[in-house]
C-alpha cells in the first residue's frame, strides 16, 4: 500500500528565516506530486507539481521553491520567510495519467 | 474558467437521518472526487469517480459528467460524521495547467444528537 509522510507536523518560523518542507511517498513508482497551500480562512491553491525527478513547475507565485530530488520526494522551500507563508501546507500525489489524489496530513506554518 | 459550485454551504442533520451534498460544474469534468478534512486539515478520500456512482458504507456518490453534477449522499448520520466536506473535480484543462483539481467551498456538516 502507498504512504505519504509529511514533515515537520507545525513549525513557527521568524520572517525572513530560511524554510524547508518534506514529503515522501512510498510504495508508488513515478507518481505526480504536488504541493498545496491554504491561507487560514482562505481556499487550497495548488503551488507546484512534479511529473516527474527532477522537473517541477510552479503554478502560483509565492516566493517558494520546490525540488524532485528523487523519484518518491517533494520538496518545498524558501530563503526568506514573508508573513503571508503562514498557513497549511498539504503534500499530494497521484498516478500518471489519473487524478485520484492522495494528501498528506499537512505541516501548519506560523510566521511571526 | 472552469468552476465548481458546491451546495449547501453549511447542513444541520440529527442523528440517524441523511441528505446529499452536491456540486455543480460550469464545464465538462473528467472526473470528480470527494474528501473530507480531518481534526488536523488535511483530506481524506471519500471518493474518486470518473462516471457512474459508488457506495462505502453510509456514504454514497454519484457523477453525471454530461449533466454537470455530483452527490455525496450521507445516511443514518452519526455524531463523528461532522467535518467539512469538499467535492474537487478534474477541469478541462487539467493536463496542461498543471493536474489541478478545482475544489469546491466545502459544507460544513453538523450531526445532533
Known amino acids: 500500500a502507498q504512504t505519504i509522510h509529511q514533515w515537520p507536523v507545525a513549525e513557527i518560523k521568524a520572517v525572513g528565516s530560511p524554510l524547508s518542507l518534506g514529503c515522501t511517498i512510498k510504495?508508488?513508482?513515478?507518481?505526480?506530486l504536488y504541493w498545496y497551500w491554504q491561507a487560514t480562512g482562505g481556499t487550497l491553491q495548488q503551488l507546484f507539481y512534479s511529473i516527474t525527478v527532477g522537473q517541477v513547475e510552479s503554478v502560483v507565485q509565492l516566493n517558494l521553491s520546490a525540488s524532485r530530488p528523487k523519484d518518491d520526494q517533494f520538496i518545498l522551500s524558501t530563503e526568506k520567510l514573508l508573513l503571508s507563508h503562514s498557513g497549511f501546507y498539504l503534500c499530494a500525489w497521484s498516478p500518471q495519467g489519473d487524478s485520484d489524489y492522495t494528501f498528506g496530513s499537512g505541516t501548519r506554518l506560523l510566521v511571526i | 474558467g472552469d468552476q465548481v459550485e458546491q451546495s449547501p454551504s453549511a447542513l444541520s442533520l440529527h442523528e440517524g437521518t441523511g441528505s446529499a451534498l452536491r456540486c455543480n460544474f460550469t464545464t465538462t469534468m473528467r472526473a470528480v472526487q470527494w474528501f473530507r478534512k480531518n481534526s488536523r486539515g488535511s483530506l481524506i478520500n471519500l471518493f474518486y469517480l470518473a462516471s457512474g456512482t459508488k457506495e462505502n458504507g453510509r456514504l454514497k456518490s454519484a457523477f453525471d459528467s454530461k449533466e454537470r453534477y455530483s452527490t455525496l449522499h450521507i445516511r443514518d448520520a452519526q455524531l463523528e460524521d461532522s467535518g467539512t466536506y469538499f467535492c474537487?473535480?478534474?477541469?478541462?484543462?487539467?493536463?496542461?495547467?498543471?493536474?489541478?483539481?478545482?475544489f469546491g467551498i466545502g459544507t460544513l456538516l453538523s450531526v445532533k444528537p
Open positions: 510504495g508508488k513508482s513515478s507518481p505526480n
Open positions: 474537487a473535480a478534474e477541469g478541462r484543462n487539467y493536463g496542461s495547467s498543471g493536474n489541478k483539481l478545482i
